[in-house]
């Protein structure tokens, strides 16, 4: 009769341990995006709700980028690029100029 008790204790013990490794494998990183108006906000958003990517806030004011991902779904690298693919700048990947070019006059920023 106690079996199945300790059973099912051991079962929600080893599901417990594999949900809380599975969020422990979630990185945080942040890093600054060249943008300039609440549209950029948007777009830089959008284009990182993908897979692997849990949260993603690009702040307007000092143009840092925080995005949770899952890097078993997502590298940090893809991130950059899937950012500057679409005009803007990363700290480490740099937007190609068509991409730029087709910003909105209000989203361009000032590039060096
Ligand atoms: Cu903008």
């Not at 004011?61 to 991902?69: A, G, N, Q, R, S």
């Not at 500057?84 to 190609?96: F, H, L, R, S, W």
């Amino acid at each position: 009769m106690k079996k199945p008790f300790y059973f099912l204790l051991l079962l929600t013990a080893v599901f417990s341990l594999s949900a809380f490794t599975a969020s422990a494998a979630d990185q945080t990183s942040t890093f600054m995006v060249k943008g300039s108006c609440g549209m950029c906000k948007k777009k830089i958003e959008t284009s990182l709700r993908v897979k692997g990517v849990k949260r993603v806030n690009w702040d307007k004011e000092t143009k840092m980028l925080t995005v949770t991902f899952n890097p078993e779904h997502i590298s940090l690298d893809e991130i950059h690029h899937r950012v500057a693919a679409i005009g803007y700048d990363t700290e480490k990947v740099k937007a190609p100029d068509e991409a730029y070019a087709k910003l909105d006059d209000c989203c361009r920023y000032d590039r060096d």
